[in-house]
């Protein structure tokens, strides 16, 4: 567990709570050479460019979170340097709740899972939208660039990550196993024949 993770999550509330439930040895575990810290290393940025959609957290000014799903082709979150990470943000239902949220409190809260795999990446950071023209042409224009600064990650425990693919992954999957299963279904049919031809030139068993 990383201390940039700590110095945000851990709070003097959340210390308290830890101490009462028995918890509050978490300062011993902290090291940013294992789990997170405020910088991206190479597996973070695979990690994230890989997903094709994550779990997005912003706060009102009346203090009320708000959670997203912002969704895109793998690769649509891209790694731009260590501490930073940006994306395109296409037109949506138009109601921009979290980016009214981020006009008052640029601070966001990212959560990144890999559900076959059973991996989850949480990030914090501070948002900086780009108003961009939209592409013209096309069906869902991007209509901002949202840059974060990464302010601390944590790679988190896979405890009760439930198993599930998407249609691409569960098709990957399938495909797989139906090559190794005609594989395997050839393998027995050359053995069967092998089997078959050394019994009939009369050296097998009788």
Known sequence: MAHAFAKIAFTPAVRARQDRMGSGRYDTLLDDDHQGGDRLGASERAFIEARDGFYQ??????GWPYVQFRGG??????VVNDRMIAYADLRGNRQYISLGNLDTDNRIALILMDYPGARRLKIWGRAI?????????????????????????????????????TVTEAHDEVTALRAENAHLRAEARALRHAFVAHRNDGSGPS
């Open 57 to 62: 957290a912003t706060v009102s000014e009346t």
């Open 73 to 78: 082709a793998p690769g649509f979150l891209r």
């Open 129 to 165: 939208p780009h108003e961009v023209a939209p592409a013209p042409g096309t069906e869902a224009p991007a209509e901002r660039v949202v840059q974060i600064r990464v302010e601390a990650f944590d790679w988190n425990c896979p405890n009760h990550i439930p198993r599930r693919y």
